[in-house]
């Protein structure tokens, strides 16, 4: 079969699966992705852009069931004052849930949405959309049409506490799509958490707006089943003087592809992007992040740290694009991982594409061992090889967690990056 | 307290003797000096003895206290009481200072059955630890060794011998890098781990550092093996002739 009949068959055999929700405001903008997701069709393993991930187990028509993955710890966030959102296989779970009222934000589910919300209607797939240029995301656009579900957040004030969507696994065979739109008006602030594995294939996407001098924090903890299947994507665009940070725990997984494609289109924003992933075995974990630099005097960071051991495969694809005129423009990005043995591997396409002339940006990427000099001074002090390795390996997921505004949330990762390790030494 | 027979050792990757049968008996509350030129192999069984990767010891034994420490991993030799302060001290992008010397004293204290040092008593102690080495709280607080000047460096070794409490301490060129003021703490605070119950290895290529730390016995290395063995005078004699006379001598 030609290439291009192969993609048609691929993307005709997973939408056969779907139903295209109708009804509501959203209704235009679905049948919209649609057209966009059948003009480009799904991703095929020859496109450029999924040169180092198969894409086959995140398009296939029915999603590879995934074992439910149960231990008795505590789920992370537990301790944090939160608003409570609950999905349980992709499904909005009200009992688990908090009442979604809280001052300073109006919260909606997209499934709702029937009622009439102008501010949501306005932005329901326009940043995906915008984010398909200059590099297709065919995943996105499905999840554009086809999303059962998702929570609409708009931020007018300061939020006391944070927002947090919890995700649960429950069905070996769940198949969950959901979509987020949070918009933040002009000087207000939100912090959005995130946690648990979803579905045993989930794909998500968060569209983020964000006004002038409005701030998003964001921190997120993917689940930790073994089998589970994620693509996931933000898009977000940023205001003058606006501020968003997002950071992403990995741990476990055997496929994840996280895209993060943000813009900044007012002067003086800044946009900060980060993750930490770890992964023993049968693990692929795919970063890939695309930072558009519109406006005068931005920052962006791009911080990307895998720990990968027993064959696990990291990849990392990131960009930064600076537009004509987009002067004084910070940009930096930095990838690297540290391979705990031979078996791993650790792929990156750093890029930087500039056409502005007063700019500072710089890449790294690198990937290494454990420092063996390190390691016989922390064991000559009386620190055992485990611990030490930990303590190594830590230090070198530091740059990432650091991303983290919040002391008691860093904490909480580093807590449970340490509790991983220790669980995972050789 | 240190027992050296005879030890011959290798490097592991190429067919290379390093120390040609050394013999060398530390007695409990001793401290003994080992000089030589550079390339003698001083540094090289200081390694050995703590474990470091990459020698292969082909004939002779070490023991402490009657404890083979040859067979034991380099944490195990370090909850047994030994320690080494590094000729060129690691530097450890990312790990804290502080979370690395409260992590080893309670990995010392757990290996040796004993009950950990709560994180208040710990702040103590390294406060006053750190006063007497003029270490101030920002260093603590800082990634071990990172940035740290050579000086401090050696100081931050000291400190975590004052805080180790070990009882077998070998100092590797611990002098070097030291201005006079330095160098003065660091002897200051060897002697005030000084008592009955502790031996001490020191190496250095000066008679200087040696004014300030008396050592009971002073030996010479030469090519993998010690060669000579004096007190305190056998260094005057380093100092002021160099190692061709007795080099010479033992030939
Ligand atoms: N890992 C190694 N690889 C290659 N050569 C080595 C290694 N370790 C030690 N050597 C060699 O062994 C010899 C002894 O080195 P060592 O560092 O023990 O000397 P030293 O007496 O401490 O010298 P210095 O006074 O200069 O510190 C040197 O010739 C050195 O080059
Ligand atoms: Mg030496």
């Not at chain 1, 909005?92 to 997209?110: K, Q």
């Not at chain 1, 993060?260 to 993750?275: M, N, P, Q, S, W």
């Not at chain 1, 990005?333 to 500039?354: N, T, V, W």
């Not at chain 2, 309670?106 to 630890?129: H, P, V, Y």
Request: proline letters at 3%.
């Amino acid at each position: 079969m030609a290439e291009a009949a192969v993609q048609q068959s691929t993307t005709d055999a997973r939408l056969a699966s779907l139903t295209l929700p109708t009804g509501g405001w959203s209704e235009v903008a679905r049948k919209q992705a649609e057209a966009r997701l059948r003009k480009m069709g799904l991703p095929e393993r020859r496109d450029e852009y999924w040169r180092y991930t198969r894409p086959e187990t995140l398009t296939q028509a029915i999603a590879v069931p995934a074992a439910l993955f149960n231990n008795d710890e505590t789920p992370i966030f537990g301790e944090i004052d939160r608003l409570s959102i609950v999905f349980v296989d992709g499904v909005f779970d009200a009992e688990a849930s908090d009442d979604l009222s809280l001052e300073g934000v109006s919260i909606e589910r997209l499934a709702n949405a029937t009622s009439d919300l102008h501010w949501a209607r306005d932005l329901y797939g326009t940043l995906e959309e915008k984010g398909q240029t200059p590099v297709p995301r065919p995943l996105a656009a499905l999840n554009t049409a086809y999303a059962t579900d998702g929570i609409l957040i708009h931020v007018t004030g300061k939020i006391s506490k944070p927002i947090s969507l919890q995700y649960f696994h429950q069905s070996e065979t769940s198949d969950a799509i959901l979509h987020h739109v949070i918009r933040v008006d002009a000087g207000a602030e939100v912090t959005l958490l995130e946690n648990g594995p979803a579905a045993a294939r989930f794909n998500k996407v968060m569209e983020v707006d964000i006004a002038d001098t409005g701030v998003f924090h964001h921190v997120r903890a993917q689940g930790r089943d073994h089998e589970r299947r994620a693509a996931t994507h933000i898009f977000a665009r940023l205001g003058a003087e606006s501020t968003f940070k997002s950071f992403t725990l990995t741990a476990n997984g055997v496929m994840t592809r996280n895209e993060c494609v943000i813009e900044l289109t007012g002067d003086d924003a800044i946009a900060h992007v980060a993750g930490a992933c770890v992964g023993d075995g049968d693990f692929h974990h795919d970063d890939t992040v695309f930072v558009t630099h519109d406006a005068v005097n931005c920052e962006s960071r791009q911080v990307f740290k895998k720990v990968l051991r027993n064959g696990a495969t990291g990849v990392f694809q990131g960009k930064i694009l600076v537009q004509p005129g987009a002067q004084k423009t910070d940009g930096y990005q930095i990838s690297q991982s540290l391979l705990l043995d031979d078996d791993s591997q650790f792929l990156a396409k750093p890029e930087l594409e500039i056409y502005a002339d007063d700019v500072a940006c710089s890449h790294g990427s690198t990937s290494g061992a454990i420092d063996e000099g390190a390691l016989f001074y922390l064991r000559s002090r009386g620190i055992p090889e485990g611990p030490a390795t930990d303590l190594l390996t830590l230090a070198f997921l530091a740059e990432a967690v650091e991303e983290i505004e919040n002391e008691d949330l860093r904490e909480e990762i580093t807590g449970r990056l340490a509790a991983w390790l220790e669980r995972h030494r050789s | 307290m240190l027992s050296i027979k005879n030890l011959h050792v290798k490097l592991e990757e190429e067919d290379k003797e390093i120390l040609k049968g050394v013999d060398l008996e530390i007695e409990a509350g001793k401290v003994h000096a080992i000089m030589g030129p550079n390339g003698s192999g001083k540094s090289t069984l200081s390694y050995v003895l703590s474990g470091k990767d990459g020698y292969e010891v082909t004939e002779g034994t070490a023991t402490l206290e009657g404890e083979d420490v040859l067979e034991m991993e380099p944490e195990e030799r370090a909850a047994a009481g030994l320690f080494l302060a590094f000729q060129y001290p690691v530097e450890i992008p990312g790990v804290g200072n502080m979370t690395f010397l409260r992590t080893a004293v309670n990995a010392q204290r757990k290996a040796r059955g004993e009950e950990e040092m709560s994180a208040a008593d710990f702040l103590k102690l390294i406060r006053a630890r750190a006063k007497d080495l003029k270490i101030d709280a920002d260093m603590l607080k800082r990634p071990v060794n990172v940035g740290f000047s050579g000086g401090e460096k050696k100081r931050n070794e000291i400190m975590q011998m004052a805080m180790l409490e070990p009882k077998m301490c070998i100092l590797d060129e611990t002098d070097s890098g030291l201005d006079v003021d330095a160098m003065k703490l660091v002897a200051e605070g060897v002697n005030a781990l000084r008592n009955a119950g502790r031996g001490f290895l020191v190496i250095t290529h000066y008679q200087r550092l040696l004014d300030h730390i008396k050592p009971d016995y002073v030996h010479i290395m030469a090519d993998g093996k010690i060669v000579k063995t004096g007190g305190p005078e056998l260094a005057l004699e380093v100092e002021n002739n160099g190692y061709g006379d007795i080099l010479a001598e033992v030939a």
